[in-house]
């Protein structure tokens, strides 16, 4: 059972969250990305339209989850300092 159950909770802690936590911010850039997805589409159709929007999603969400992750966590390289 404490396998199932690490499932659910072994990503969201390796990323320094709750379960909870963590459906909240999946949630939030899930509303982010579909956002950016109409905006993408009535662009393609109306190129006056949503000119910068998709792209300024890119850097929001980026700027969200890599640019200000918790800097506990260790580097791909092992740092754990957080230094770039």
């Known amino acids: 059972m404490r396998s199932f159950f690490g499932l659910f909770t072994n990503h969201p802690a390796s990323v320094g969250e709750s379960y ?4 909240a911010m999946s949630f939030g ?8 997805c109409l905006a993408c589409l ?3 159709l109306l190129p ?7 792209s300024d999603q ?22 754990l300092s957080g230094a770039r």
């Open 42 to 44: 009535l662009h393609g």
């Open 29 to 36: 850039f899930s509303m982010r990305m579909f956002g950016g």
């Open 20 to 23: 909870f936590e963590h459906m």
């Open 48 to 54: 006056f339209l949503f000119v910068r929007t998709g």
């Open 58 to 79: 890119i850097r929001i969400l980026h700027d969200r989850m890599v640019a200000h992750r918790d800097r506990r966590l260790p580097r791909i390289d092992g740092d």
